[in-house]
């Protein structure tokens, strides 16, 4: 199988506050992996794309400093929300393509319920 | 740059009858196209997907779609819905040469009536 798993699956935290949430591919390894935003009844936006060893690239309109990823290993990317306020509140879902697939296929996470009281 | 339109914010069948669900993609190059389904507060589950020259491809839970270049097209469909169909479904494009990376259409929330 290709499984990726997200963690954790929901947050809660004060204002002001970093949180960060991790994204593996369990069983695969994975060069590339994106990230997703998705607000309640809307559609997946997607924010960045997490190259393994290199700069994420972000989306346009899509802030950098606010949203930190981190691509350490062929397994793990973190995205880091910095100074969290309440409109960061959301669902974030990555994915991760795996390598030998011909790219056609990313695998998705389960999401992240991010709340920002 | 890429776009897909679902056509149909919501769509409501009644059990045991055909599903279909619309969705149109902007690129003069076929791209590869993607159907997932996502039940409340989960990820997405891959449906099916279309990458190369079956045009007519079967997915999951008895769901198939079909791609057609002169439509930009590719609308899915079930012959006889389930009250487990319920539930967010998504179409997803990527170009050949940025796979994985997808831009998704906005969504179409499908209901099942006993």
């Known amino acids: 199988g290709a499984v990726v798993s997200q963690h954790p699956s929901r947050v809660i935290c004060k204002s002001g506050t970093s949180v960060k949430i991790e994204c593996r591919s369990l069983?695969?390894?994975?060069?590339?992996m994106f990230w997703y935003r998705q607000f309640p009844k809307q559609s997946l936006m997607l924010m960045a794309t997490?190259?393994?060893?290199?700069?994420?690239?972000?989306e346009q309109g899509v802030e950098k400093d606010k949203f930190l990823i981190n691509h350490a290993s062929l397994t793990l990317s973190t995205l880091t929300v910095t100074s969290a306020h309440p409109e960061d509140s959301s669902f974030y879902i990555c994915?991760?393509?795996?390598?030998?697939?011909?790219?056609?296929?990313?695998?998705f996470g389960q999401g992240t319920r991010l709340t920002v009281v | 740059a890429q776009s897909v339109t679902q056509l149909g914010s919501h769509v409501s069948v009644s059990e045991g009858a055909l599903v279909l669900l619309r969705c149109n993609y902007s690129?003069?190059?076929?791209?590869?196209l993607f159907w997932y389904v996502q039940y409340p507060n989960q990820g997405l589950q891959l449906l099916l997907k279309?990458?190369?020259?079956?045009?007519l491809v079967k997915g999951i839970n008895g769901f198939e779609a079909e791609f057609k270049k002169s439509e930009t097209s590719f609308h899915l469909t079930k012959p006889s819905a389930h009250m487990s169909d319920a539930a967010e479904y998504f179409c997803?494009?990527?170009?050949?040469?940025?796979?994985?990376?997808?831009?998704f259409g906005q969504g179409t929330e499908l209901s099942v009536k006993p």
């Open positions: 994915s991760a393509r795996k390598i030998g697939t011909g790219g056609t296929e990313a695998f």
């Open positions: 690129s003069s190059v076929p791209p590869y």
């Open positions: 997803a494009v990527s170009d050949r040469d940025q796979g994985g990376k997808l831009i």
């Open positions: 997490s190259n393994e060893g290199s700069k994420a690239t972000y």
């Open positions: 069983d695969f390894q994975a060069t590339t």
């Open positions: 279309y990458t190369s020259a079956a045009t």
